[in-house]
């Protein structure tokens, strides 16, 4: 087994590790700068390099869909429903969660890490568009110059999305 398979491997047999983890993460921020990828093996699949102009946002996400705001005055609408399902996946949320709060940064990609009851944490890849090392890498200098990925829809995760429910 190579390297990387063996960091699968290793990730996929060691639960209470991340159930170690997941205690302190829960305490934490719901968007956190962290220094290295915890799933090394899938961040360098999905286009990861440790050099300068990376980084790596942990992001919580709550389960279950939303609640919209109960009107305060006037009637209600029959149809207009309390709850209901955002029709994004949990991944493209936390993208978007990430872009929000590194907005001199550009989304690349994203993975899930783990989930407990209540919430989910993904990874998303940063990349750094000003980056003198980002923009001499030609495949990495056209993925950043696209502003907003994110928020547009052009991020893998918004592709696995079914977009015909938007």
Request: charged share 35%; hydrophobic share 35%; proline share 4%.
């Amino acid at each position: 087994m190579g390297f990387y398979q063996n960091l699968r491997f290793v990730y996929r047999k060691t639960p209470d590790l991340m159930r170690e983890r997941m205690i302190q993460w829960r305490k934490g921020e719901t968007v956190t700068k962290v220094g290295h990828p915890t799933r090394l093996d899938k961040a360098r699949m999905l286009g990861y390099k440790a050099k300068s102009g990376f980084v790596v946002a942990r992001v919580r996400i709550k389960k279950g869909g939303s609640k919209r705001v109960k009107p305060r005055m006037g009637r209600s609408p029959s149809k207009a429903g309390r709850f209901f399902n955002p029709r994004k996946s949990a991944r493209w949320i936390a993208e978007e969660k990430a872009s929000r709060i590194f907005k001199n940064m550009e989304v690349l990609n994203s993975y899930f890490v783990c989930k407990d009851g209540k919430q989910e944490w993904f990874e998303v890849i940063l990349v750094d568009p000003q980056n003198p090392s980002i923009k001499a890498d030609r495949a990495l200098s056209s993925v950043a110059s696209q502003r907003g990925r994110a928020e547009r829809g052009l991020t893998a995760a918004a592709h696995k999305t079914d977009r015909r429910k938007l």
